[in-house]
Every structure is written in structure tokens, then in C-alpha cells.
């Protein structure tokens, strides 16, 4: 890193025209980013990242202005330039990465047309020196076979694929800055590992400055140099990252740490503290200091606005008792929630669930040449052969990569697909294998929580409505009787009754999916089901749903399948683990043994790949080789074999693995490498930094 200035941003201010006013969505920013630096830009939702990234680059949409402030992009003045000066600039000296990069990607567009566009935007090249650089970046961020992926078009390659194209296109350019916003958000571990490495190799030897948004503190951790934490349009807090973690100076940092599970931690042995409240509207912020409604140590004097302090040489934090933070003389953590950790459910009672020889495939339709050729029907084998148990009041967390086949299996069970063979009991009693074959009885014992609930709830009825249907449809209420239960409900998921009469559309990310547990909540299910219910919410939203949940669990019993691509989540939630590979088990295991060999390969490779919040453990993650294969073209013998970085041969390919079961830990895995050899070979995962208050 060098001392020369790649960003310079002063007394920044950004607002939007809203209802004839102009609300501030950025006030009075001011950082500076260095050549060969990551800066790392962490907030929940609303604080304003967004915001001052577009600005950063001078692309406000026409409801946005720049207010007052500078910005300097080494030694050009941007608020001088025009918009077609601009448009030189775009591109060229500065690139962007955004979080979803099929809306980045033409699809009428080939990947290598697509690549040469960004290369050579003048034509200064000729079109076979700019195709030869384009398969030469296509090599350099690792795309397989760079001819064949240049003729592809986007739908045709993954969102890793897709992602780590956009990063070539960004970089192609030799920008001075690098600008990427959630890149790795909507990625599996696996796929956010390589891409990570891949930026980190690059920007060494591109030399850019680089400003990183997020809301992954584990990312932020393991890859920034310096750290601005930013809230309701402020920078609250900014310093180098190991500083940062090892001492919060601002009462909101030290909640956006204290909100994500650690690996190791357990819903036996520690609850989140979620941080109070949610992040004010635009222009809605409490007078003085912006986070005094949400903060455990507000004083009076925090009804004036603080200043951003100068902490040391290289620190900044906008606390009015950041000496006192200093000193250890005040506790800023959250308060803590007061329950009792939860208890595991009863692992020797009959099961509420059972699944034995699960298996779904879908049948592919043959084109008229594979029929006039007698060619045999195919099918996507998405579940197979796959044996499930849910204890009593227990949860069981089902952990894999995105096409592993976690949601198809949900979707199985509740007869949303047709099983193909196998059998599904619920207490005991089998299940017809479609959903009309239910009854309500049937229906009303099984619930499910989607990843986007904003889809599964209808947009034109008030949540009160949404929440009333299943109390009249399956637990057989009268109007009335809905009404005062709905209002219980509310108040189950830490909702006020005035939400009754508002619209999905009226309603946070985390709002919406408090009434979505709650509408799952309302017929008292034997089973319930979440499928990624918390991975699109910020960590502290996600830290107040995840102890919701452990609350609703210990107060009405049920047994939860809780799916998520997120092992420390799942460690911290499950009673036991689940690993899932292109539609098969893996490893089973409870949540106090993860971390110790012997692991599945598969399991090992994610377990490394986690990014740890805590910037003095380095990782050393495992790079899977390739793609996760097609399920219509399954592998033979073991399926993980053609990405196993463990793999031992012929053995592999060809012969189906045994379960085998270790005696020490009682995890089970799915594999032919014996488990002493496992346990020889592989590392215990640090988990010292996993001690919370």
C-alpha cells in the first residue's frame, strides 16, 4: 500500500427529494482510500453505503443530489467534471462490481462479446489482439475452459461464473479504483472463497484502492485493511480492521459484532444480543446522536450530536464516551435477553419426522431427435436415497452448497414435489406424496417459512388477513376468535397490533419475516420447515430472528428443519447437522463435534471456507475443484469424487461409499477413506475467538 490518495471523499453530504424536502441519505462522510488498500464499508440496510458509493462515482439517479462535499479521484476533481468527462472516467479509472451480476450481464449478449466491449471500448485494439486479451482474463479469474466459455451467454454459466466474469470486465480496465458492492452476498462459502482469493491476487497486482460494502463481518475481517462502519447516512466509526475487532469504540460496531454466531457457539451455551430496535427511515433520525434511540450507555449529552473524534493517529469514533469505551469503564453490548438458553429436544423419543429411501427426480422432456434415435430418458436426480430424522422439539439443520438439493427435499416433504421413491412419516403415520392429498389435519401439522417471504405473502391483503387464514382454515377458529389470536401472534414475534392493518409492502426484510414465522406459528405445527429464512437479512436483524425462533421453539415444542448454506448459523441453531451433496448425504453430526476430524471431505471443504470474524485467525481454505455437476448426469460411485481434493482412485469413481461411524464423535460419513486416516489428515478448525459476553 502506498501513501498516494486513490479516493478522497470530504464533508460529503447526499440527499434525496422526497414528498417537496430533500432527506439526507449521507451527512457530512469524509474517507480517503490509498492505492493498494481495501477499505471495508459494513451498516444494515438504510445506512447509506449504497448511497455513497453511487455518489462516490458521481451516478446519483435524478432524485439525488450531491448536497455539498468533495470528491477526488487521485488528482481529478469529479464534482468538476461533466457528464461526458464523467463517462471517461466510468470504466476506465473507476469499476464497479455489483451484488447481482445478471442485471450487470446482457443476455441477448455472448460472454466473450460482452468482455472484449469492457477491454476495448475505443476499438484501439484489433478485434483479434482485444479477443485474445478477453480469453487471457477469462484464464486469469479461473473460468474453465475460456473458449468455450466465450461463445457461452449468461444464463448458460453459474453466479460464480457470472460474478467472477464481472470481475474480469472490472479489472480488464486497470482501474485506480475498485468499487464492489456485496459481491459475494448471494455466493455459497465454496464459491465465495475462490472469489475472494481471486480479488485478493488481483489487487495486489493491479495496485488498485479498493472500497469493499458489506454486511459480512467475516469477509471484512479476513480481507480489509481499513474498516468505516457507517449508520442512519454516518460514518460512526472508522479504523485499521485489527484495531477495530479487538476494540470497538462505538456502541453500534460492538452490536454488529456481537450479533453474528461464532463458530463454536451453540444456542445451549450463548444467545445473540441483537441489537434493539431497527435503523431510522431517511430523514427520520433522532436529533443529536443518530444511534441514541438504540444505544445501551445513551446519555444526555448524546441528545447533541458528537463529533467524529479523533482516537489515536489512524481511529475516528462519532461517541460522545469513547474515552470511557477506552478505559473499560462502560459496557457497550447489547443487553442480553434474559431467557435461558435454549435445550436440545428429545433425541430418544419417536420421531416426528422420518424419511427412508427419500428420492425426487424429474423427468426431462426428449427432444425429437433423442426419440427418432431411441436415446433413453433422462431425469434430474435432485434428492437421492436420502434417510432423515427430526426428534421431538429438536431441530435438524440441512447444510450445502446452492443445487445440492436442500430445498427440493423441503419441498418433498411438504408435498410441493412428488417423490419418486422412498417413503415421508410424520409422527409415525405416512404421508400422501402430493399436497391436495392432504388433509387439513395433515396440513395443519406441517408449516413452512420460504427464503423470500416477500413472495409467499399475498401484496394486497394486510398482514391481520394473511395472519387469520390459517387460524380460521386449519385450526378451525370463528372470525372473532382470529381477531384477539392474531393480535396474540403479533405479540408472539415482537410486533405491535397496529401491524394487523398494514401491507406487505408497509414492512422491513425482518418485519416481513417475523409475520411470516408468525403465520407459520398460528396453526401450532408439529413441523415446521425454514428454508434460508435469514440469509438475505442483515446480521442484526438476523441475530433477532434466529433468537425468535429459539424462543418460539422452546415455548411450543415443535421440531424445526432449518436449512441454510451457512454453518455457522446452522452450528449454532441445530441439534444435529445434516450435509447435503447433489442430492445426498454427506456427514451427520451434532453441533458440539463439528469442528473436529474427522469431516466428509465435502464438510471440510466448508468448514474451511467460512470466514471468521476475527482478522488474527487466517483461514486456509480448501478450493474445490470445478463446478457442482449437472444432477440429469449424476457421477458414479461417490458423488462428491470428481471435486474431492481427498480423492483416492479408481475406488472412488466406481463403488458407492459405506457409512462409516466414528466411535469418539458419533458423526456418520458417507465416504471410503477410513476415519482414522480422515482424523490424521485433517486440522481441527480454530474456534478460540468464539467466547462472547
Known amino acids: 500500500m502506498t501513501n498516494s490518495s486513490v479516493l478522497d471523499i470530504r464533508d460529503l453530504t447526499v440527499a434525496y427529494h422526497q414528498d417537496g424536502q430533500w432527506l439526507n441519505a449521507v451527512h457530512d462522510v469524509s474517507l480517503k482510500i490509498h492505492a493498494g488498500e481495501t477499505y471495508g464499508l459494513v451498516g444494515e440496510s438504510g445506512s447509506g453505503k449504497t448511497t455513497l458509493v453511487l455518489a462516490a462515482m458521481r451516478y446519483l439517479g435524478s432524485g439525488g443530489s450531491i448536497?455539498?462535499?468533495?470528491?477526488?479521484?487521485?488528482?481529478?476533481?469529479?464534482?468538476?467534471?461533466?457528464?461526458?468527462?464523467?463517462?471517461?472516467?466510468?470504466?476506465?479509472?473507476?469499476?464497479?462490481?455489483?451484488?447481482?451480476?445478471?442485471?450487470?450481464?446482457?443476455?441477448?449478449?455472448?460472454?466473450?462479446?460482452?468482455?472484449?466491449?469492457?477491454?476495448?471500448?475505443?476499438?484501439?485494439?484489433?478485434?483479434?489482439?482485444?479477443?485474445?486479451?478477453?480469453?487471457?482474463?477469462?484464464?486469469?479469474?479461473?473460468?474453465?475452459?475460456?473458449?468455450?466459455?466465450?461463445?457461452?451467454?449468461?444464463?448458460?454459466?453459474?453466479?460464480?461464473?457470472?460474478?467472477?466474469?464481472?470481475?474480469?470486465?472490472?479489472?480488464?480496465?486497470?482501474?485506480?479504483?475498485?468499487?464492489?458492492?456485496?459481491?459475494?452476498?448471494?455466493?455459497?462459502?465454496?464459491?465465495?472463497?475462490?472469489?475472494?482469493?481471486?480479488?485478493?491476487?488481483?489487487?495486489?497486482?493491479?495496485?488498485?484502492?479498493?472500497?469493499?460494502?458489506?454486511?459480512?463481518?467475516?469477509?471484512?475481517?479476513?480481507?480489509?485493511?481499513?474498516?468505516?462502519?457507517?449508520?442512519?447516512s454516518e460514518v460512526v466509526e472508522e479504523a485499521p480492521t485489527h484495531n477495530l475487532f479487538s476494540q470497538p469504540l462505538h456502541p453500534y460496531t460492538q452490536g454488529l459484532i456481537d450479533s453474528i454466531p461464532q463458530l463454536g457457539?451453540?444456542?445451549?451455551?450463548?444467545?445473540?444480543?441483537?441489537?434493539?430496535?431497527?435503523?431510522?427511515?431517511?430523514?427520520?433520525?433522532?436529533?443529536?446522536?443518530?444511534?441514541?434511540?438504540?444505544?445501551?450507555?445513551?446519555?444526555?449529552?448524546?441528545?447533541?450530536?458528537?463529533?467524529?473524534?479523533?482516537?489515536?493517529?489512524?481511529?475516528?469514533?462519532?461517541?460522545?464516551?469513547?474515552?470511557?469505551?477506552?478505559?473499560?469503564?462502560?459496557?457497550?453490548?447489547?443487553?442480553?435477553?434474559?431467557?435461558?438458553?435454549?435445550?436440545?429436544?428429545?433425541?430418544?423419543?419417536?420421531?416426528?419426522?422420518?424419511?427412508?429411501?427419500?428420492?425426487?427426480?424429474?423427468?426431462?422432456?426428449?427432444?425429437?431427435?433423442?426419440?427418432?434415435?431411441?436415446?433413453?430418458?433422462?431425469?434430474?436426480?435432485?434428492?437421492?436415497?436420502?434417510?432423515?430424522?427430526?426428534?421431538?422439539?429438536?431441530?435438524?439443520?440441512?447444510?450445502?452448497?446452492?443445487?445440492?438439493?436442500?430445498?427440493?427435499?423441503?419441498?418433498?416433504?411438504?408435498?410441493?414435489?412428488?417423490?419418486?421413491?422412498?417413503?415421508?412419516?410424520?409422527?409415525?403415520?405416512?404421508?400422501?406424496?402430493?399436497?391436495?392429498?392432504?388433509?387439513?389435519?395433515?396440513?395443519?401439522?406441517?408449516?413452512?417459512?420460504?427464503?423470500?417471504?416477500?413472495?409467499?405473502?399475498?401484496?394486497?391483503?394486510?398482514?391481520?388477513?394473511?395472519?387469520?387464514?390459517?387460524?380460521?382454515?386449519?385450526?378451525?377458529?370463528?372470525?372473532?376468535?382470529?381477531?384477539?389470536?392474531?393480535?396474540?401472534?403479533?405479540?408472539l414475534v415482537r410486533l405491535s397490533a397496529d401491524y394487523a392493518g398494514r401491507l406487505p409492502s408497509q414492512l422491513s426484510g425482518g418485519e416481513i419475516q417475523r409475520v411470516a414465522l408468525a403465520r407459520a406459528f398460528a396453526a401450532n405445527p408439529e413441523l415446521l420447515i425454514l428454508d434460508e429464512p435469514i440469509s438475505s437479512l442483515d446480521v442484526s436483524v438476523q441475530a433477532a430472528i434466529l433468537n425468535l425462533v429459539n424462543e418460539l421453539q422452546s415455548d411450543h415444542h415443535n421440531s424445526m428443519l432449518f436449512i441454510s448454506h451457512d454453518l455457522s448459523i446452522v452450528g449454532y441453531l441445530a441439534d444435529q447437522i445434516v450435509v447435503i451433496y447433489l442430492g445426498s448425504l454427506m456427514e451427520i453430526t451434532g453441533p458440539e463435534v463439528l469442528f473436529q476430524p474427522p469431516h466428509h471431505p465435502y464438510t471440510e471443504a466448508l468448514l474451511s471456507a467460512i470466514p471468521q470474524a476475527d482478522p488474527n485467525i487466517k483461514s486456509s481454505p480448501i478450493h474445490l475443484a470445478g463446478e457442482i455437476p449437472n444432477p440429469a448426469d449424476l457421477p458414479s460411485g461417490c458423488p462428491f469424487h470428481t471435486r474431492c481434493p481427498r480423492y483416492l482412485g479408481e475406488i472412488c469413481a466406481t463403488t458407492t461409499p459405506p457409512w462409516q461411524v466414528d466411535q469418539k464423535t458419533g458423526k456418520r460419513i458417507f465416504c471410503h477413506i477410513p476415519l482414522e486416516e480422515l482424523v490424521a489428515n485433517q486440522i481441527q478448525i480454530d474456534i478460540s475467538s468464539a467466547a462472547k459476553p
Open 67 to 232: 448536497r455539498s462535499g468533495e470528491i477526488h479521484l487521485g488528482d481529478i476533481d469529479l464534482m468538476s467534471l461533466t457528464e461526458e468527462e464523467l463517462r471517461q472516467v466510468w470504466g476506465r479509472k473507476i469499476a464497479f462490481v455489483p451484488q447481482n451480476p445478471q442485471s450487470s450481464l446482457n443476455p441477448s449478449l455472448r460472454v466473450g462479446e460482452q468482455l472484449v466491449e469492457s477491454i476495448n471500448p475505443q476499438g484501439e485494439l484489433s478485434p483479434r489482439e482485444a479477443e485474445k486479451q478477453a480469453l487471457e482474463w477469462c484464464a486469469k479469474v479461473n473460468l474453465p475452459d475460456p473458449e468455450r466459455m466465450a461463445e457461452s451467454y449468461p444464463h448458460q454459466i453459474s453466479g460464480g461464473m457470472q460474478q467472477r466474469l464481472l470481475i474480469a470486465m472490472a479489472l480488464s480496465t486497470d482501474p485506480d479504483l475498485l468499487i464492489l458492492d456485496e459481491p459475494t452476498t448471494n455466493l455459497d462459502v465454496t464459491t465465495q472463497v475462490v472469489i475472494l482469493d481471486l480479488l485478493n491476487d488481483l489487487i495486489r497486482e493491479n495496485e488498485a484502492g479498493v472500497l469493499y460494502v458489506t454486511h459480512n463481518l467475516g469477509v471484512i475481517a479476513q480481507i480489509c485493511d481499513r474498516v468505516g462502519v457507517m449508520y442512519a
Open 265 to 491: 457457539d451453540t444456542r445451549e451455551s450463548i444467545q445473540l444480543r441483537a441489537i434493539s430496535g431497527q435503523i431510522p427511515s431517511i430523514g427520520k433520525s433522532p436529533s443529536g446522536c443518530v444511534f441514541r434511540d438504540r444505544c445501551p450507555v445513551a446519555i444526555e449529552i448524546c441528545s447533541t450530536r458528537p463529533p467524529l473524534y479523533q482516537v489515536g493517529e489512524s481511529r475516528t469514533s462519532r461517541c460522545h464516551r469513547w474515552e470511557e469505551i477506552v478505559n473499560s469503564e462502560i459496557d457497550i453490548h447489547q443487553p442480553s435477553p434474559g431467557r435461558k438458553p435454549t435445550q436440545s429436544g428429545d433425541q430418544d423419543g419417536p420421531l416426528t419426522l422420518e424419511t427412508n429411501d427419500l428420492s425426487i427426480h424429474f423427468p426431462i422432456r426428449r427432444s425429437l431427435n433423442e426419440v427418432f434415435s431411441r436415446q433413453p430418458s433422462k431425469s434430474v436426480k435432485a434428492v437421492n436415497q436420502v434417510d432423515l430424522g427430526i426428534s421431538p422439539a429438536s431441530t435438524v439443520g440441512l447444510v450445502g452448497e446452492s443445487g445440492s438439493g436442500k430445498t427440493t427435499l423441503a419441498r418433498g416433504i411438504m408435498g410441493l414435489e412428488k417423490k419418486s421413491d422412498g417413503s415421508i412419516e410424520l409422527l409415525q403415520i405416512p404421508l400422501p406424496e402430493k399436497l391436495f392429498q392432504r388433509d387439513l389435519e395433515t396440513l395443519r401439522l406441517m408449516q413452512i417459512v420460504f427464503q423470500n417471504p416477500h413472495e409467499a405473502l399475498n401484496p394486497y391483503l394486510p398482514i391481520g388477513e394473511t395472519l387469520q387464514r390459517p387460524l380460521i382454515r386449519l385450526a378451525g377458529l370463528s372470525n372473532e376468535e382470529a381477531d384477539i389470536k392474531v393480535r396474540e401472534l403479533l405479540e
